[in-house]
């Protein structure tokens, strides 16, 4: 999946020591898109070499691509968003024009004096 967007939050990196005693780092950007409603998606980079790569600053237009997957922890599931690809330089896409809705015209019966007053047009 991808989203295109402004980078709107910078937030702090994080990290541990996993179970197997390896060292691990994330880092969370939230990122709002240019609809004419616009969705902000806050989405991490997993791993101290993707974070450096990437290279993310707060006021880029970034195309972000993300896989999302599902995990439980103690009953609850929690969403997880995370990006394996980024692009610069893309220029935020323009609004498409919404196509006008051609229905087909409805028939209007007259009414007028002239008809019968107990002809009900239902």
């Known amino acids: 999946?991808?989203?295109t967007g402004k980078i709107i939050a910078v937030l702090p990196e994080r990290g541990g020591i996993s179970k197997t005693?390896?060292?691990w780092k994330m880092q969370e950007y939230v990122i709002e898109t240019h609809e004419q409603?616009?969705?902000k998606v806050c989405f991490n980079?997993?791993?101290s070499d993707k974070?450096?790569?990437?290279?993310i600053q707060a006021g880029e237009e970034l195309t972000v691509s993300f896989d999302i997957n599902a995990r439980e922890y103690n009953g609850r599931w929690f969403n997880d968003i995370r990006a394996w690809r980024?692009?610069?330089g893309v220029a935020p896409a323009?609004?498409?024009?919404?196509?006008a809705f051609d229905a087909p015209k409805a028939s209007i019966q007259?009414?007028?004096a002239e008809n019968d007053p107990n002809d009900l047009p239902f």
């Open 1 to 3: 999946m991808e989203i």
């Open 21 to 23: 005693g390896n060292e």
């Open 37 to 39: 409603y616009p969705r």
């Open 45 to 47: 980079v997993f791993g």
């Open 51 to 55: 974070i450096a790569q990437f290279n």
């Open 86 to 88: 980024v692009e610069r």
């Open 94 to 99: 323009a609004p498409a024009d919404v196509p």
């Open 110 to 112: 007259d009414f007028s």
